[in-house]
């Protein structure tokens, strides 16, 4: 595969001229380009984000997975065992 921020700067170069095109010359086709470009773009850089975060997390489950598990299981527990828990409403002062 290749480099991500390769790709994110192969993208932006190519679209280099469109830009041109669009905003100096107001050619609407380079603007359909550019807008078909930048939807590209925004798609790469979210799939990029998924990747980085799923990494970080993939990490994190590699060294403490035993402790994971009993982390998540420890919550869900907890709140079927007290869904509505209330605060007590404060006394009356005496006067």
Not at 37 to 61: F, P, T
Not at 65 to 88: L, M
């Amino acid at each position: 595969m290749a480099n991500p921020f390769n790709q994110l700067k192969d993208l932006i170069s190519g679209l280099e001229d469109d830009f041109e095109k669009s905003y100096d010359k107001q050619n609407a086709a380079a603007g359909t380009r550019v807008r078909k470009g930048m939807q590209e773009l925004k798609n790469m850089a979210q799939q990029i984000r998924l990747d980085v975060q799923n990494q970080k997390n993939s990490a994190k489950d590699g060294a403490a997975a035993p402790a994971a598990a009993t982390k998540k299981a420890a919550p869900a527990a907890a709140k079927k065992a007290a869904p509505a828990a209330k605060k007590a409403a404060p006394a009356a002062k005496k006067k």
